[in-house]
Every structure is written in structure tokens, then in C-alpha cells.
T-cell receptor
Framework: SQQGEEDPQALSIQEGENATMNCSYK?????LQWYRQNSGRGLVHLIL?????REKHSGRLRVTLDTSKKSSSLLITASRAADTASYFC????????????FGAGTRLAVHP | GAGVSQSPSNKVTEKGKDVELRCDPI?????LYWYRQSLGQGLEFLIY????????KSGLPSDRFSAERTGGSVSTLTIQRTQQEDSAVYLC????????????????FGPGTRLTVL
């Protein structure tokens, strides 16, 4: 079963605009990761944020984590057409191995 | 360096036939995961290997599904007597094991095998 939900399910923006995607989860976690998927195939790891971190940056990506609300957000600034993809959050449990539980994803379309 | 590879990239089979999906993880990655992704959905965990053993098979949807890993490297996911609901993209990922202090390592995903059961 999936850990949580992402919203919106789909997002359509113009190049240069910012895109914000949200993820909620249900259980306690050790880490939360964001992945990108193009054309329904392999996933590309974007960023990992640990449960004791609140914000992380990587290039045009900014991820926040609020463990009290069990939620995370991914912000892509100055979007490009090449950012068009599906974005998934995945949570890793507090103990044991890192069995990732994925959300259903947000489909982002960036129009030139 | 080489990433995770999977074969075949596409597989079309008839209902009732058996299929084998292969995953070659990154060399040195002792942790290996299989996931399944149905159309328009997120990934669903199937099974986890640490080395050659599978301490967590909880995601396998039925006893028609099995997986093995040999030499701590290549893994094969077998689906017997395939059904139409087995149609999905099957993704494999590998990573270094969790560190002694609990450190998490990124999972690297293969390109997946798209299985279509007619």
C-alpha cells in the first residue's frame, strides 16, 4: 500500500515559473526522498532529506520537511521544459533497511 | 560507471505463461529491491534482498511471484501463470546497505521491464 498522497496530481505551468509539489505521509520516517520519472520508466534520484533536517537545496530544487505535519514539499524554481516529468516522494522507515514507500506522484508539464 | 540494468526492456506474453525478469545491480551494492508500477501509479514494493537472502518478501502479491538472487549480484523475478493484472513496469533498484550508524544510501533504479500480459 502507498504511504501517502501527493498533490497536486497534475500541474501545468509556463517556463520560468516555479513549481511546488506536496507530499504527505502516515508513519514515522527516517528519511524522505524525491525522484523524477520520465516517460514511465527509470527513476532519477533528486534529493534525500533526513528526519532531523527541515530544508535542503540542490541547484533549482528546494525540499522542506515538516515531521510534525508529516509532510514535505518540493519546489522547482525557474522551471524549464526539460523539467516535464512525474515527481514522486518516497519515505524510508525509522528502522531496518530502507524499504521505500512511494506516493502516487505529481505529473508536471512545463510549457515553453 | 555502469548503472543498474534490467532485461528484457519489454516483454509481451500470453496469459498463463511464465516470465523471468532480470536485474543486474551496481557492483558492490548488497541491497537490492524489486518494485512494481502500474499505469499512472506510484511504485509498489515487492521484495528486498540483502546479499542472497530475502528478509522481506511481504510485497509479493501472490505465490505466483518469486525471486532469487545469486552470488550477491544478479536477481531474477519470476512470475508463474501470468495474469492480465500482472501487466506493469517492474523496476529494480540497488544500494549500499544501511551504515552501522543508520546512514541511508540512495537507491539507484534500473530502466525497468514493461510487462504486458495479453
Amino acid at each position: 500500500s502507498q504511504q501517502g498522497e501527493e498533490d497536486p496530481q497534475a500541474l501545468s505551468i509556463q517556463e520560468g515559473e516555479n513549481a511546488t509539489m506536496n507530499c504527505s505521509y502516515k508513519t514515522s520516517i527516517n528519511n524522505l526522498q524525491w525522484y523524477r520519472q520520465n516517460s514511465g520508466r527509470g527513476l532519477v534520484h533528486l534529493i534525500l532529506i533526513r528526519s532531523n533536517e527541515r530544508e535542503k537545496h540542490s541547484g533549482r530544487l528546494r525540499v522542506t520537511l515538516d515531521t510534525s505535519k508529516k509532510s514535505s514539499s518540493l519546489l522547482i524554481t525557474a522551471s524549464r521544459a526539460a523539467d516535464t516529468a512525474s515527481y514522486f516522494c518516497a519515505t524510508g522507515p525509522s528502522g531496518g533497511y530502507n524499504k521505500l514507500i512511494f506516493g502516487a506522484g505529481t505529473r508536471l508539464a512545463v510549457h515553453p | 560507471g555502469a548503472g543498474v540494468s534490467q532485461s528484457p526492456s519489454n516483454k509481451v506474453t500470453e496469459k498463463g505463461k511464465d516470465v523471468e525478469l532480470r536485474c543486474d545491480p551496481i557492483s558492490g551494492h548488497t541491497a537490492l529491491y524489486w518494485y512494481r508500477q502500474s499505469l499512472g501509479q506510484g511504485l509498489e514494493f515487492l521484495i528486498y534482498f540483502q546479499g542472497n537472502s530475502a528478509p522481506d518478501k511481504s510485497g509479493l502479491p501472490s505465490d505466483r511471484f518469486s525471486a532469487e538472487r545469486t552470488g550477491g549480484s544478479v536477481s531474477t523475478l519470476t512470475i508463474q501463470r501470468t495474469q492480465q493484472e500482472d501487466s506493469a513496469v517492474y523496476l529494480c533498484a540497488s544500494s549500499l546497505p544501511r551504515g552501522p550508524s543508520g546512514g541511508i544510501h540512495e537507491q539507484f533504479f534500473g530502466p525497468g521491464t514493461r510487462l504486458t500480459v495479453l
